[in-house]
C-alpha cells in the first residue's frame, strides 16, 4: 500500500521495489497560460453599461456587482472591446468583431459563430499552458507522457483540442488520450481522479491533464442581477497538470494525490446550469448558489476528511475555486476559516476571474510555487471546486 491509499500492481512480486512502492501519486507541475487581451474590470462595467444599461435600476446594479466583484481584470482571446486608441494594441476598425456591429451596436452572434473562434483559439491557449506544464516538470519530458485527458466545457470540435496537443507537443503516437466535457468548473477533479487511476494501475503512467475555457465567447448579459453578475466574473484561461508516481524533480511543490470526495447539495440543484442555446451556451448561475454552499459545504466535505483520517483544524492550506468573490467568502463562513488560509483563491480571482474548470488549478500553482507560500513537506492541503447540480468536489493533497 503506498502513501495515499495508492497499491503498487507489483507490491506481492518478488524481487527488488520499485520506485513506486515508496512514491506517491503526485500532481508534480501545473501550467497556466492566459490570452493576451487584458480587460480592467472597470472598463468591463463602462462596456456592460452601453450594451445594457441606460435605466436607472440596472445602472445602480452594475455598479454594485462589478464594485464588490474582488476582479481587478479579466482576459479573453477577444479584441472586440479594446479601445481604438487603448493600450495594449488597438482593435482596427475593420476586424471582425463577434459582439460589435458595424455602427458600433451590439449583437448576440449563434453559437455557430461562437465556437468558430472557440475552434480557433482554444488550442493556442491550450498549447501554451501545456508546455508550462513540461517546463515546469523537472526530469519529465513530453515523450514521457502515457496518458492525455483535456477538460472543457465552453465549446466543441473533432479533431479537437487533444490531438493538436498531441502533435504541437510532441506526445508519442501511443498516447492515451481521453475528454472530460461539458462538466463546469468543477471539472478538473473528475480529471484528477481519473489520472490518479491510471497510475495506480500503471506504476510507470504519466498523465497530462489539459483544462481550456474560453468563457467569454458566450457573454449573453442581461438586465436581470443573475445576467449582470454572470457577466461580471467570467473569463478565458487554461490551465495544465502533470501527475505521475515519479519522484518529483521539478522546480514547483509536488502534492500528493490522497483522496477525493463528490457530493450534491440538498439545495440548488437548478441554481447553477450550463445549455446550448441558439446564440451561444446558456449560463443559470444565481445569487443563492453561495448560500447553498454556505449552508452545505461542511457536510459536502465530511466523507473526504473522513476516509483520510484528517481533521478539518489541520488544514492551513486551501484551493477554493473562485467561482466569484461571494462563494469564497461563504467557504469561508462555512469552515470557519482564517482569511490566509484563501489567501490564492483571492489572487487568481483578483487577477484573472473565473475561468471555470481552469481556475482551480491557477489556485494550485500558487500554493506550489516554491517562492511564495505553501504546504510545507507532509502538510496536507484542501482543494474544492463547485458545478451544475450543484456539485460539491473535492481532494486532499499532501506536499511531498
Request: with cysteine; net charge negative; aromatic share 6%.
Amino acid at each position: 500500500m503506498l502513501p495515499g491509499g495508492n497499491v503498487c500492481p507489483r507490491a506481492m512480486t518478488a524481487g527488488p521495489p520499485c520506485v513506486c512502492s515508496v512514491m506517491p501519486i503526485a500532481l508534480h507541475a501545473v501550467g497556466t497560460s492566459l490570452p493576451p487581451h487584458r480587460y480592467p474590470q472597470a472598463y468591463v462595467r463602462e462596456v456592460m453599461g452601453r450594451w445594457i444599461g441606460g435605466d436607472r435600476r440596472t445602472d445602480k446594479l452594475l455598479d454594485r456587482v462589478y464594485a464588490a466583484s474582488a476582479i481587478d481584470a479579466r482576459h479573453s482571446v477577444l479584441d472586440d472591446f479594446l479601445p481604438e486608441d487603448g493600450e495594449g494594441g488597438a482593435r482596427p476598425r475593420d476586424t471582425p468583431s463577434l459582439f460589435l456591429t458595424a455602427d458600433g451596436g451590439f449583437r448576440s452572434p449563434s453559437t455557430g459563430e461562437r465556437n468558430a473562434l472557440y475552434t480557433r483559439h482554444a488550442p493556442i491557449l491550450a498549447e501554451a499552458a501545456g508546455r508550462d506544464a513540461l517546463a515546469a516538470a523537472g526530469d519529465v519530458t513530453a515523450a514521457d507522457v502515457t496518458h492525455l485527458i483535456t477538460v472543457s466545457c465552453t465549446g466543441f470540435y473533432t479533431p479537437g483540442v487533444d490531438l493538436h496537443l498531441q502533435r504541437a507537443l510532441g506526445l508519442g503516437e501511443a498516447v492515451e488520450r481521453y475528454h472530460v466535457g461539458f462538466m463546469g468548473c468543477f471539472a478538473a477533479f473528475p480529471a484528477l481522479r481519473m489520472a490518479r487511476a491510471f497510475c495506480a494501475a500503471d506504476p510507470a503512467a504519466v498523465v497530462l491533464i489539459v483544462t481550456v475555457e474560453l468563457c467569454t465567447l458566450h457573454l449573453q448579459p442581461g438586465p436581470e442581477v443573475d445576467g449582470i453578475l454572470a457577466a461580471s466574473v467570467f473569463a478565458d484561461g487554461a490551465a495544465a497538470a502533470l501527475v505521475s508516481a515519479r519522484a518529483p524533480s521539478g522546480p514547483q511543490r509536488a502534492l500528493a494525490l490522497e483522496g477525493h470526495a463528490t457530493a450534491i447539495t440538498r439545495e440548488g440543484g437548478d441554481e447553477m446550469a450550463w445549455t446550448i442555446g441558439d446564440t451561444g451556451f446558456d449560463m443559470t448561475l444565481t445569487a443563492y448558489v453561495p448560500r447553498v454552499l454556505e449552508a452545505e459545504a461542511a457536510e459536502a466535505l465530511a466523507p473526504l476528511f473522513a476516509s483520510a483520517g484528517v481533521s478539518p483544524d489541520e488544514i492551513r492550506w486551501w484551493a477554493v475555486h473562485p467561482g466569484g468573490r461571494a462563494i469564497v467568502d461563504k467557504v469561508v463562513t462555512a469552515l470557519g476559516l482564517p482569511e490566509a488560509a484563501v489567501a490564492a483563491s483571492r489572487a487568481v480571482l483578483r487577477r484573472a476571474g473565473n475561468m471555470s474548470s481552469a481556475t482551480v488549478l491557477f489556485v494550485l500553482r500558487e500554493l506550489m510555487d516554491r517562492a511564495g507560500p505553501g504546504p510545507d513537506v507532509g502538510e496536507p492541503l484542501v482543494a474544492l471546486a463547485f458545478g451544475p447540480g450543484l456539485t460539491v468536489d473535492s481532494a486532499l493533497l499532501r506536499a511531498v
